[in-house]
């Protein structure tokens, strides 16, 4: 049997006039590549037109459905491909490196990612009794999932952009259709990933509101036993069940967030390496430069000059 007898992403997501019609309305919304946001508040889009290079990124909870091109994500060794076929699910903020794989001009990587609003969820299970099921498990899972995308879930994705057409109608509709996207999730193969930061006192519950207290902290010196007394774990457990989520320790991730807000700073609000480096917590602006170097691949002012030169 050759190649061309065995179906592809692209080849059978094209079968679908379902996918033909969100590759328009997101082409229609994003004008340029980048990310855009849009009416619909937890709603965003992505376009690319190219391939990237491997990218050091954070991505915070939420849904990304593409609807045309491939993206990877790696988490420590793990990696994860998602492209028209196959959803990624982000159960809490975690570090990762991120690389757009298939994109060109005529055919651009375009994405629709949906944030996750844990409050939301809860609500919803206790609404409906089928979205609250199985128990949640007795260890932390993974930070990122991917899962074949089924039927019900492109349906509600593909109402929920096409009211970008009617913005008159989405105040009343779109939290609708977010439930329904959210529900969708909850009954599929990833649902756990959802209940478990539901579920109070939940392992993966608990290292969410650890990663959320390293969030607000990040630029302050945090010790371990803080975290962990803050959370009601031990160091051991806590360590343990934070790097099954992250795939780093709780410092580790502490010093990501760091040189990605400092990255932020030089790009956005033209801060040189130093001050950058100082605003983020780092005393040593040769321990930052050597950091920064080791994640982004160059150290901060030739990084951030080439980022600028690739217009990203």
């Keep these: 049997m050759s190649d061309l007898d065995f179906p592809t992403p692209a080849r059978e997501a094209q079968t679908d006039p379902r ?4 590759i328009d309305l997101v082409a229609r919304f994003t004008p340029g590549d980048g990310l855009h946001s849009t009416p619909i508040a937890p709603l965003q889009l992505i376009r ?3 391939p990237a290079y491997r990218l050091p990124a954070v991505y915070d909870p939420g849904l990304c459905v593409v ?4 993206k990877q994500a790696l988490m420590g060794s793990q990696v994860f491909t998602y ?15 991120g690389q757009i794989l298939e994109a060109t001009p005529d055919r651009p990587y375009l994405c629709v990612r949906l944030n996750i609003d844990a409050r939301e969820v809860g609500a919803l299970m206790l609404e409906a009794p089928a979205a609250g099921e199985p128990p949640p498990p007795t260890v932390a899972q993974p930070g990122l999932q991917v899962w ?3 039927a019900p879930l492109l349906d509600a994705v593909l109402r929920l952009l096409r009211l970008l057409l009617t913005p008159q109608d989405a105040p009343v509709l779109a939290p609708l259709a977010v439930r329904e996207i959210y529900y969708r999730v909850l009954t599929g193969g990833l649902g756990q990933r959802l209940r478990d930061l539901a579920v109070a006192d939940s392992h993966s519950q608990r290292i969410a509101r650890a990663i959320d207290l390293l969030k607000r902290r990040y630029a302050e010196p945090v010790r ?5 007394q803050a959370v009601h774990m031990s160091p051991s457990t806590l360590h343990h069940h934070f790097k099954q989520v992250t795939a780093m320790s709780p410092l580790q991730f502490q010093k990501h967030l760091r040189l990605h807000q400092a990255r932020r700073l030089m790009l956005t609000e033209g801060l040189d390496a130093a001050a950058a480096g ?4 780092y005393e040593s602006p040769s321990q930052f430069s050597r950091e920064y170097r080791r994640l982004f691949g160059a150290p ?4 951030i000059q080439a980022v600028r030169q690739a217009g990203a």
């Excluded at 100082?278 to 917590?281: A, D, E, I, L, S």
Aim: aromatic share 0%; glycine share 4%; with cysteine.
């Design 278 to 281: 100082h605003q983020v917590g």
């Design 300 to 303: 901060p002012r030739a990084e």
């Design 224 to 228: 371990v036993e803080e975290v962990a």
């Design 67 to 70: 609807v045309q091109g491939r």
């Design 19 to 22: 996918q033909a019609e969100l």
């Design 148 to 150: 074949r995308v089924t």
């Design 48 to 50: 690319a037109s190219a």
């Design 83 to 97: 492209d028209p076929l196959h959803c990624l699910v982000i159960s809490v903020t975690v570090p990762t490196v």
